[in-house]
C-alpha cells in the first residue's frame, strides 16, 4: 500500500488512515463493541477520504451512532475554522529561510522524486519551499480528488454534520496541531524518504485505494494489519509516531468512557485499530474486550 494511504488511515489533516482474524465475507465490519458497567464504547475505524459512491454505510454502523449520545474523535474539527488550520500547517510546512526540497532532498534523489512526479502530472518544483512531508501529502491529495475521494465525504465529516444535526456533543482525542507535529517532528531524512516513496507508488494508487475501501467495507482487519505491516512497519520509529504513540495516549481516554451511564461512538483511522501495539490489542492487554461486529 502507498505509504501515503497508510498514513491517511492514521491522520485526518483536513486542510488539503490486536490482530483480530476477520471473515471476509461482509459478515463483519470495521467496528468494535466495548461494554462497561452501565454503558457501550463504539469504536469505529474511519477512512478520511471517501466518494458519495461509498455511502450509504452498513446498517450497524449507522445503528451504532444513533445508540451512541456523544461523540469522540482524533481531533473536533469545530474547535478550529478551516482558515486556521490551513494556517498552522502551511507555517509548518514551509522550510527555514535558505533551505529548498533540492537542498533537502539531494540533486539524486531530487531528480528521482521530479522523474516520478512529472509522470503523474505533477511539478515538484512547486513545492520547492515546503517540507517533504508536506509536499507528499498535497500530491497525495491531488491525486485522490481526480479520484473522486474528498475529504468532506469522509467518515468524521459525515457523522460531524449528523451531529450537529442531532445535537450530539462531538470532542477530539487530540489537536490539529497535535496531529501536524507529528509530521514537523520527523527527521528530514525520514521525510525525504516519506516523498520518493510515496512518489514510487502513485501509479498504483487508484488500485490500491480501491482495495482499501473494499477491506474497510467488509471489516478486513487482516489486510490491513498486512498493508501496515509491510509499510510503517517496516520503519520502528515511524510507525510509533504515526500510531504506537498516539494509540497509547488514547487508550486511557477511551476507557475513561466505559465508567460513564451513556454510550459513546469513537471514530479514528482504521490504522489506529488494527496490528502491534493497536488500541484493539493494548485495550485487550488491560483487560478490556473488544468485540468486532
Not at 482487519?221 to 510503517?232: A, G, I, V
Not at 460513564?260 to 482504521?270: A, C, F, M, S
Amino acid at each position: 500500500m502507498p505509504r501515503t494511504l497508510s498514513f491517511r488511515l492514521a491522520l485526518p489533516l483536513y486542510a488539503l488512515l490486536l490482530c483480530v482474524t476477520a471473515r471476509a465475507d461482509g459478515a463483519l465490519h470495521s467496528l468494535w463493541e466495548l461494554h462497561g458497567k452501565h454503558n457501550t464504547v463504539y469504536l469505529l475505524g474511519s477512512i478520511h477520504v471517501l466518494r458519495s459512491s461509498d455511502y450509504p454505510l452498513a446498517a450497524v454502523v449507522l445503528d451504532a451512532y444513533r445508540d451512541a449520545k456523544s461523540l469522540l474523535m482524533e481531533v473536533n474539527l469545530e474547535e478550529s475554522s478551516a482558515e486556521q488550520v490551513q494556517a498552522e500547517m502551511l507555517a509548518s510546512a514551509i522550510l527555514p529561510e535558505g533551505k529548498t526540497l533540492p537542498d533537502v532532498l539531494g540533486k539524486q534523489r531530487y531528480g528521482r522524486a521530479d522523474g516520478l512526479a512529472h509522470d503523474i502530472g505533477i511539478e515538484l518544483s512547486l513545492f520547492d519551499q515546503f517540507a517533504p512531508w508536506f509536499a507528499a501529502e498535497a500530491i497525495s491529495q491531488v491525486q485522490l480528488t481526480q479520484l473522486g475521494f474528498q475529504s468532506q465525504a469522509g467518515v468524521e465529516m459525515y457523522f460531524m454534520e449528523k451531529a450537529r444535526t442531532d445535537g450530539k456533543s462531538v470532542a477530539g482525542l487530540e489537536t490539529v496541531h497535535d496531529q501536524i507535529s507529528v509530521f514537523q517532528n520527523m527527521p528530514m531524512d525520514t521525510q525525504a524518504e516519506y516523498l520518493v516513496s510515496s512518489l514510487e507508488q502513485a501509479h498504483d494508487l487508484p488500485t490500491e485505494v480501491e482495495s482499501m475501501v473494499r477491506a474497510w467495507q467488509r471489516g478486513d482487519t487482516r489486510w490491513f494489519e498486512n498493508q501496515l505491516k509491510s509499510d510503517l512497519g517496516r520503519d520502528p520509529i515511524l510507525y510509533q509516531s504515526v500510531l504506537g504513540a498516539r494509540n497509547r495516549k488514547w487508550v486511557p481516554k477511551i476507557e475513561a468512557l466505559l465508567n460513564d451511564d451513556k454510550n459513546y461512538l469513537v471514530i479514528v483511522g482504521t490504522g489506529h485499530l488494527v496490528g502491534q501495539g493497536s488500541v484493539i490489542e493494548l485495550l485487550k492487554k488491560d483487560g478490556i474486550t473488544a468485540t468486532q461486529r
